[in-house]
């Protein structure tokens, strides 16, 4: 004859076995036994990799692409192009002619191919998912926060041919609006921050009177804002064009002092006396002192918003910012309607002068 047995000591780990306690009754009995028995055989691991099923994040193997029991590589992307070629010599001419006899393309399967999708661009990829950057040819228009910019190059560089008029920042962020002499209280000429503004938008109060704004423009009255804006585009201090949010659109720059000196020696470079004259835009300018525009820059004559507040000498001359510091000033290109300004000179940062964007060096 059995008796029960019930044993009251328990060690400090004896919550242990109730790992064995399969149905919860906090009683190890037949029942439980009986459930193991069900699933005696049951495979808990299954892909054998030693980390339990439910435990595992990837039950079975990973692919090349880091996918879970992926396909593997599945975007087509260029491996080799291959040119068959043969030349000639043509008497004639006395120089080598090339020929193309053939070509070929060799493809591989990748896991990605991020790439520029738009057949007008450089850098098309016909093989490519959407998503990557495309780089257009200079002469085309860029389109940047619902304005169609038009560009053209000169000497190699390709640069806006107008400009910049953006409200935002390339993230899409908002560049600070200053309409008056003054910003959030604080005078245009106290501001140590990004801000923009237009030519003829000074009028107003600062501590009782703003200086009169100034013009020089034969065709219409500058010193409209809407009208300025339309043709000269908005004016930035320094600080909005060195901002990390960026000012120009992506692939393109603000540029620096030496792209300025590349511009300026390029043309000098191709015989003319003086800079100005041939990168000035053919309308605008005081006493009918017009450029040629022989390169198609079409310098304006946008004047500036000086420290003080006011906007000064639209008309006669155009400054436009370089991202380029020396001390606590920055240079700037100017074109001036007699050619006697310093083409390239350091400015207080608070200026108010135009922008133009230059693309980025491959």
Not at 70 to 81: E, N, V
Not at 314 to 333: D, E, V
Request: charged share 20%; net charge negative.
């Amino acid at each position: 004859m059995s008796f029960p047995f019930t044993c009251l000591a328990q060690t400090e780990d004896g919550c242990s076995v109730l790992a064995n306690d399969l149905d919860g009754d906090f009683v190890v009995g037949v029942s439980d036994v009986i459930e193991l028995l069900t699933a005696f055989g049951d495979n808990y691991d299954i892909d054998g990799d030693g980390v339990a099923d439910c435990e595992d994040d990837c039950i079975g193997v990973y692919d090349e692409c880091e996918v879970c029991n992926g396909p593997g590589p599945q975007s087509l992307a260029i491996d080799t192009i291959l040119v068959t070629l043969d030349s000639l010599f043509d008497p004639a001419t006395q120089e080598w002619v090339v020929e193309i006899l053939d070509a070929d393309t060799l493809l591989h399967f990748v896991c990605e191919n991020i790439g520029c999708t738009d057949p007008q661009a450089e850098n098309f990829d016909p093989y490519a998912d959407p998503g990557g950057e495309c780089v257009y040819p200079c002469g085309l228009d860029v389109l940047y926060n619902g304005y169609a910019y038009a560009t053209v190059e000169i000497g190699g560089q390709c640069w806006f041919k107008e400009n910049l008029r953006t409200t935002q920042y390339s993230d899409g962020s908002n560049i600070p609006y200053s309409n008056d002499c003054v910003l959030n209280g604080v005078g245009w000429g106290f501001l140590f921050t990004p801000a923009r503004t237009e030519f003829g938008s000074s009028g107003g109060a600062l501590m009782g009177t703003c200086i009169a704004c100034n013009h020089f423009n034969p065709d219409f009255n500058a010193c409209n804002p809407n009208l300025s804006l339309e043709e000269y585009g908005v004016l930035y201090n320094w600080y909005a064009v060195t901002a990390p949010e960026g000012l120009c659109p992506s692939g393109w720059q603000v540029p620096n002092k030496s792209q300025w000196e590349e511009l300026r020696d390029h043309v000098l470079g191709l015989g003319y006396d003086e800079v100005s004259t041939p990168l000035r835009s053919t309308g605008g300018w005081i006493e009918n002192n017009n450029g040629t525009d022989d390169f198609g820059f079409s310098g304006r004559s946008g004047g500036k918003r000086h420290p003080n507040g006011s906007c000064q000498a639209a008309g006669k001359t155009g400054h436009w910012w370089s991202r380029t510091a020396s001390g606590l000033y920055a240079y700037r290109f100017l074109l001036d309607s007699d050619n006697s300004g310093q083409t390239l000179a350091a400015e207080d940062w608070r200026n108010g002068f135009s922008v133009r964007c230059i693309r980025e060096a491959d």
